[in-house]
């Protein structure tokens, strides 16, 4: 890539770019909150999610006070948990500094807990306007094809080599739209799976992989190890419109409320719930429900059970449901399948 290239690039990315809301503010707070959520979710999902938290959180003051219940209410349903979390101790940490925003220096940012390489260049260059490139996957496609490369990127090496080289290559330019065109070249044109638009891509002539037609070998792809299935049994016990719920403590999805469960299946759900003293009016099968983590599989059979008394566990309506308990995404389609 060269100069001309990187022109090429941008005023494609000038014409052809999406309209996000995080695009149409400079403010380090926002474009932090939206390369957070961007993270691991996709842009369609994460629109409303965005304009939701920065509607009732506009700056790092009402992030570091709110409860941590309704920032997980805020996340329901982004997964990762943890990214709300760190958010918030980066508020608190920042407002106890007496700070109104993020810092503008990368050593700063990168002190801070959940800020890595990629969300500190984000921030720096799309808010700061600071020649502090930011790869992600994205970015990642894009370069590999470009230079066929073959090493890995989560090389430390791999990764600083390339830093360096877009970090010369952006002295020319705006850096909010040279991070952001290579980001949209890789959402838009160079695609992960199926066929890139390449006959669209203004990266073409320079792009190696075009040139010997192997886009779809870049980048290469390290084999995974498989997912570690766990079949679970679900259990919504029900009471006078109300349901049992449990906060998690385990480390997935910790502080998130869940119907309680175990792991295993249960061939005879009669026989198990007498076998716990637990008496019931009826059994309702709720069906097979698979959730992907990114390490683990759940395998779901879930049951309604209608008890004739109530034990001194929390149970909530369904109301109190959606609008007040962060219920994680694997628990939330079978609680659309209650029957009331
Ligand atoms: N993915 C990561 N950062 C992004 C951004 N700023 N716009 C669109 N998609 C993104």
Excluded at 31 to 53: A, C, P
Excluded at 86 to 114: D, H, T, W
Excluded at 123 to 129: E, G, N, T, V
Excluded at 247 to 270: A, C, Q, T, V, W
Aim: some cysteine; charged content about 30%; overall charge positive.
């Amino acid at each position: 890539m060269n100069k001309e290239s990187i022109f090429d690039l941008i005023t494609w990315y000038q014409k052809n770019k999406r309209d996000l809301p995080w695009r149409h503010t400079k403010d380090p707070y926002k474009i932090w909150i939206s390369e957070v959520m961007l993270q691991q979710t996709r842009v369609e999902t994460v629109i409303d999610y965005y304009n939701h938290f920065i509607e009732e959180l506009p700056n790092i003051t009402e992030l570091s006070l709110i409860k941590e219940e309704r920032l997980l209410k805020l996340w329901e349903g982004l997964g990762y948990y943890s990214r709300a979390r760190n958010l918030q101790k980066c508020a608190k940490i920042l407002v106890s500094q007496g700070k109104e925003n993020l810092p503008n220096q990368r050593k700063e940012l990168l002190s801070l807990p959940g800020i890595g390489k990629y969300t500190a260049g984000a921030i720096l260059s799309i808010a700061y306007m600071q020649e502090e490139p930011a790869i992600d996957g994205n970015v990642i496609r894009v370069l590999s094809r470009i230079y066929k490369e073959k090493r890995d990127f989560l090389n430390k090496n791999v990764k600083e080599e390339y830093t360096n080289l877009l970090k010369a290559l952006m002295k020319d330019f705006p850096s909010d739209d040279f991070t952001q065109s290579f980001i949209e070249l890789g959402a838009l044109i160079c695609l992960p799976n199926g066929t890139p638009k390449c006959t669209e891509c203004p990266l073409q002539s320079v792009c190696q992989a075009h040139q010997t037609k192997e886009e779809a070998n870049y980048p290469i792809k390290k084999k995974k190890n498989p997912r570690k299935v766990v079949l679970k049994t679900v259990f919504v016990y029900t009471y006078e419109g109300t349901y049992q719920i449990q906060k998690r403590k385990e480390e997935l999805l910790h502080g998130l409320y869940e119907f309680p469960s175990i792991d295993k299946e249960i061939n005879n759900m009669e026989e198990y719930l007498q076998q716990h003293s637990i008496k019931y009016q009826r059994i309702q099968y709720l069906g097979e429900y698979k959730h992907i983590f990114s390490h683990i599989e759940w395998h779901m059979k879930a049951y309604q059970i209608d008890l004739i008394e109530k034990n001194s566990k929390k149970y909530a309506t369904k109301e109190e449901l959606i609008k007040k308990y962060s219920i994680p995404t694997a628990f939330q389609r079978i609680l659309k399948s209650i029957k009331e």
